[in-house]
């Protein structure tokens, strides 16, 4: 099954703690993306990847980094997780940027 | 990427037709029009897109104006699972690493 797979979907941490949240598709897809979601905010796109070792930022990339050295994944790094992220984020994937994205099914994080 | 409007909210009854308008009156001539939808707090969903003749799907029918300055979203039998926020996208494929943006989308409400 096509898919877009996210881990942890739930966390609660601390501030300060290091934290990945995993993302991988099984699509072959070269474009992958991370969005948060904020209420009255909406999605906003944190950094993109349009294929292996290509990355960059997106609108809200502060606090975050990412990396890409395989195709089908895409990991979301905290090195040092503050309160103002706590969030839900949700990875995506798609062939090419303007393509269908296919999106996981969201991580919630809350940092205390 | 030209800008959308939609209507904050509309209800639907179970098993009519539900349509969402999507206002896009600056739309260039190499934009498509997306329509995601978001389930709870579940990823975004991909429905459909279109560059300016109609589309239909298995989940969904899009009509796009003759003018392409608006467009409709039609679910045909709505059902309570299709109670989600609709989101309408306009973008132009190569537009590199634009990423899609997501405004505040319709909330539509299934309602038995």
């Known amino acids: 099954e096509a898919q877009v797979t996210q881990n942890p979907r739930y966390l609660i941490t601390v501030t300060g703690k290091k934290l990945t949240v995993t993302c991988s598709q099984n699509?072959?897809?070269?474009?992958m993306s991370w969005y948060r979601q904020d209420p009255g905010l909406g999605l906003r796109q944190i950094y993109y990847?349009?294929?292996?070792?290509?990355?960059d930022k997106g609108d809200v990339p502060e606090g975050y980094k990412v990396s890409r050295k395989e195709k089908r994944n895409f990991p979301l790094i905290l090195e040092s997780p503050s309160p103002n992220q706590t969030s839900l984020y949700f990875c995506?994937?798609?062939?090419?940027?303007?393509?269908?994205?296919?999106f996981g099914e969201g991580s919630r994080l809350t940092v205390l | 990427d030209a800008k959308t409007t939609q209507p904050p909210s509309m209800d639907c009854a179970e098993g009519r037709a539900a349509n969402l308008p999507c206002n896009h009156s600056?739309?260039?001539?190499?934009?498509?029009v997306y329509w995601y939808r978001q389930i709870h707090s579940q990823g975004p969903q991909y429905i459909i897109h279109?560059?300016?003749n109609n589309e239909t799907n298995e989940m969904a029918s899009l009509i796009i104006t003759e003018d392409r300055k608006s467009s409709t979203l039609i679910l045909p039998h709505a059902t309570l699972r299709d109670t989600a926020v609709y989101y309408c996208?306009?973008?132009?494929?190569?537009?590199?690493?634009?990423?899609?943006?997501f405004g505040k989308g319709t909330r539509l409400s299934v309602i038995a």
């Open positions: 600056t739309i260039s001539g190499n934009e498509y």
């Open positions: 995506a994937s798609s062939f090419r940027p303007w393509g269908e994205l296919f």
């Open positions: 699509m072959n897809h070269e474009y």
């Open positions: 990847s349009m294929n292996v070792e290509v990355t």
């Open positions: 279109g560059l300016k």
């Open positions: 996208i306009v973008r132009a494929p190569a537009s590199g690493n634009t990423p899609l943006v």
